[in-house]
C-alpha cells in the first residue's frame, strides 16, 4: 500500500537554528499539508499547498515558515529561526485530486528546539 | 467558541461496551465532516466519513445533523484495539483547504 514518508523521524536543534523536514507524499496525490501537533494538544493545520503554490495557510504559518515542491516528489517545509515554541510533531499528509475524504498522513518528524 | 468542540473524554469502558463520542461545529459553511482515530505518538488516520445520510462500517456507525452543526460516532461492541483518541474533523470547503480538528476524545477499552 502507498504511504507517506517523512524524514527525519525526530529532529532536535537549537534556538535560532533553521531546520527543513521533508515528506514524500504518495506519487500520484496533488494536494498537499502539513500539520503540527505540540505534545498533549490537538492536531493544526499549517498550510495546504496544491499546483506548486499555497491555497490555505494558518496564523501559525507565519514568515518563519515556508514549502516547497523543489522536484517531483519531496515536499518540504522550513522553519528559518527555530523558537523553543516550536517544538511539537509534525506530520505531512497528501490526497488525490479525486478522493476528498482520504487524506493520508505521514509517520511525522518530532522536532525539538533546545 | 471553539471551531471544533468534543467530549472532553476520557472515556473507559469494558470490553463489548457501546460507546457514544459527540462532536459540535460553529461554521455552517462546513462542508465535510471525518472522524480519525490517533494512537499515542502516531500519525491521524481516517477512521470514516461523515455524510449526512449517516454511514457504518462495521461496528462504527457516523452521522451527522447539519441543522445544528453535531457530528457523533458510535462503537458497538468495543474492543481492547479500539482504544485510541478519536478526533473529529471538519473541512470548511471540498478543495485544498484546511482541516479542523477537534481536541480528540481518548477511549480506553478494558478487559
Known amino acids: 500500500e502507498p504511504e507517506v514518508t517523512q524524514t527525519p523521524s525526530h529532529q532536535v536543534t537549537q534556538m535560532g537554528q533553521e531546520v527543513i523536514l521533508r515528506c514524500v507524499p504518495i506519487s500520484n496525490h496533488l494536494y498537499f499539508y502539513w500539520y503540527r501537533q505540540i505534545l498533549g494538544q490537538k492536531v493544526e493545520f499549517l498550510v495546504s499547498?496544491?499546483?506548486?503554490?499555497?491555497?490555505?495557510k494558518s496564523e501559525i504559518f507565519d514568515d518563519q515558515f515556508s514549502v516547497e515542491r523543489p522536484d517531483g516528489s519531496n515536499f518540504t517545509l522550513k522553519i528559518r529561526s527555530t523558537k523553543l515554541e516550536d517544538s511539537a510533531m509534525y506530520f505531512c499528509?497528501?490526497?488525490?485530486?479525486?478522493?476528498?475524504?482520504?487524506?493520508?498522513f505521514g509517520p511525522g518528524t518530532r522536532l525539538t528546539v533546545t | 467558541r471553539k471551531e471544533v468542540e468534543q467530549d472532553p473524554g476520557p472515556f473507559n469502558v469494558p470490553e463489548g461496551a457501546t460507546v457514544a463520542f459527540n462532536c459540535t461545529y460553529s461554521n455552517s459553511a462546513s462542508q465535510s465532516f471525518f472522524w480519525y482515530r490517533q494512537d499515542c505518538r502516531k500519525e491521524p488516520k481516517l477512521l470514516m466519513s461523515?455524510?449526512?445520510s449517516g454511514n457504518e462500517d462495521g461496528r462504527f456507525t457516523a452521522q451527522l445533523n447539519r441543522a445544528s452543526q453535531y457530528i457523533s460516532l458510535l462503537i458497538r461492541d468495543s474492543k481492547l484495539s479500539d482504544s485510541a483518541t478519536y478526533l473529529c474533523?471538519?473541512?470548511?470547503?471540498?478543495?485544498?483547504?484546511?482541516?479542523?480538528f477537534g481536541d480528540g476524545t481518548t477511549l480506553t477499552v478494558k478487559p
Open positions: 499547498f496544491y499546483n506548486n503554490e499555497i491555497s490555505e
Open positions: 499528509a497528501s490526497r488525490d485530486q479525486l478522493r476528498e475524504d482520504e487524506q493520508y
Open positions: 474533523v471538519v473541512n470548511k470547503d471540498t478543495n485544498a483547504g484546511k482541516s479542523t
Open positions: 461523515v455524510y449526512s
